[in-house]
């Protein structure tokens, strides 16, 4: 697939972009030479291979799920102004 100027005029419309003349044709080349590397890229084989998450096979060191605070919500309840039930309550905002 390949690009015409005409192409690159709409786009730029489209996209709300100014350009000149000279401009377009640079752009023209560019997303030319970007279409080409696709191309290039969807005529490799896949088959058989997997789909990955990351390119790079990577595994976090995770920590263990421990408590490592105390539980102080009695102590922050204690000096708000209005709670219920472990809540705390606010005044009412929308209507």
Not at 4 to 29: G, K, Q, Y
Not at 62 to 91: H, K, M, N, S
Request: hydrophobic share 40%; net charge negative; glycine share 4%.
């Amino acid at each position: 697939m390949s690009l015409s100027l005409d192409d690159v005029s709409r786009i730029a419309r489209l996209a709300r972009i100014e350009i000149s003349p000279a401009e377009a044709t640079h752009t023209r080349d560019q997303l030319n030479g970007i279409l080409a590397f696709v191309e290039q890229l969807q005529a490799v084989d896949t088959t058989g291979i997997e789909p990955l998450a990351h390119a790079v096979d990577v595994v976090q060191r995770l920590r263990p799920d421990t408590v490592t605070e105390t539980d102080r919500r009695d102590d922050f309840q204690a000096i708000a102004p209005e709670t219920e039930a472990g809540l705390y309550l606010v005044p009412r905002v929308i209507e």
